[in-house]
């Protein structure tokens, strides 16, 4: 670069001023004065040195830039998100529910999947509805985040919401499929009652609901089959763990069960408790046997009833033994 603008200075020097002296011969004669004064007058040459962003004074690429996006967390409108899915290539059950949000249960059971849960590429599967919050008068967006443990900005981001995030009364926040409200603490475990007739010591669980059994586990009239037992009863009434054990769900992601709630208990067995119409006790919760676990609700197709399920591993398994009730 200096030898370049060098030249240039010097083919200028000569065109402006009179013809540069001839030198002969291999002298170092010196350099012309007009040449010299040429080069006195050229300033000097730095390296150019690039500035760095100075952040502080709004320079350069604001962080705002970079922050997460609402459509970075959820590539499709929550309000209208998809209500099936079509597997892709290498795509597993974990993938989908990662994607979507929901739990892997949820989606397992509303399509009827069984161990080991190989998806085959093209297999369309439904997705469970998605979880909302209506807005009740003068609750706010933070309301809504602290009553479900979420944190108001992933919250907003879930929704594609921009700060401030203002609400009105009636507007729908969806929910993650995981996200359970704040309940108040379950009463303390009830006394367990004398077994009623029919019942024998030896029974590995208690009944979860006081009534009459109605519906037997096995093949019913019509072609029907049921993997438990129904119990009638009135609606409100309270549902108990059959056992000492684990809550690993409760929701209503399927509509098929209204209210569902299942807890793991030793020996690799679980329970199951539909059709209820509230929880009260949230996933990850230990329970006793005999407490309240939820409320009975009504059922579309005849008069409350509690579904009562039992799966040990991935087998169902006919819970009328195992309550030590005879048939």
């Known amino acids: 670069m200096r030898a370049a603008l060098f030249s240039v200075v010097l083919v200028c020097a000569c065109a402006a001023g009179a013809p540069a002296p001839v030198s002969y011969g291999r002298s170092q004669a010196p350099a012309p004065v007009e040449r010299r004064r040429a080069e006195e007058a050229a300033p000097a040459r730095t390296p150019a040195v690039e500035e ?4 502080a004074d709004g320079e350069g690429t604001p962080l705002s830039a970079y922050a997460l996006r609402p459509e970075d967390v959820q590539p499709f409108d929550p309000a209208r998100q ?19 949000q929901i739990p892997m249960l949820a989606l397992i059971d509303q399509n009827g999947l069984e161990p080991p849960y190989a998806l085959a590429p093209g297999r369309e599967l439904r997705l469970p509805p998605p979880r909302v919050h209506t807005v009740a008068r003068n609750e706010s967006f933070e309301d809504v985040a602290q009553r479900y ?3 108001p900005r992933s919250l907003a981001l879930l929704n594609r919401m ?16 995981m ?15 004398a077994r ?45 763990a059959a056992g000492d054990g684990d809550v690993v769900y409760a929701g209503a992601d399927l509509e098929a069960y209204g209210t569902l709630v299942l807890v793991r208990h030793a020996d690799n067995y679980v329970t199951a408790y539909g059709h209820a ?7 990850g919760q230990h329970v006793r046997a005999g407490q309240q676990v939820g409320e009975l609700g009504p059922r579309a197709d005849g008069p409350p009833r509690l579904l009562f399920q039992v799966r040990r ?15």
């Open 179 to 193: 996200a359970r409200a704040n309940e108040p603490e379950p009463p303390a475990p009830v006394q367990q009652r």
């Open 277 to 283: 119409r509230r929880a009260v006790v949230r996933e």
């Open 162 to 177: 921009q700060p401030p995030y203002r609400l009105r009364q009636g507007d729908r926040i969806v929910l993650p499929a």
């Open 82 to 100: 998809p209500r099936t899915h079509l597997v892709g290539e290498n795509e597993s059950l974990y993938d989908i529910a990662t994607r979507y």
């Open 149 to 151: 443990d979420m944190d």
């Open 313 to 327: 591993g991935s087998e169902a398994v006919d819970p009328v033994p195992l309550l030590g009730l005879d048939h």
């Open 52 to 55: 760095e962003s100075n952040w």
């Open 196 to 240: 009623a007739p029919g019942i024998n010591a030896s029974a590995r669980f208690v009944m979860p609901l006081d009534g009459e059994l109605v519906t037997h586990f096995g093949a019913q009239p019509g072609g029907v089959r049921i993997d438990g037992v129904e119990i009638a009863g009135r609606e409100g009434a309270v549902i108990r």
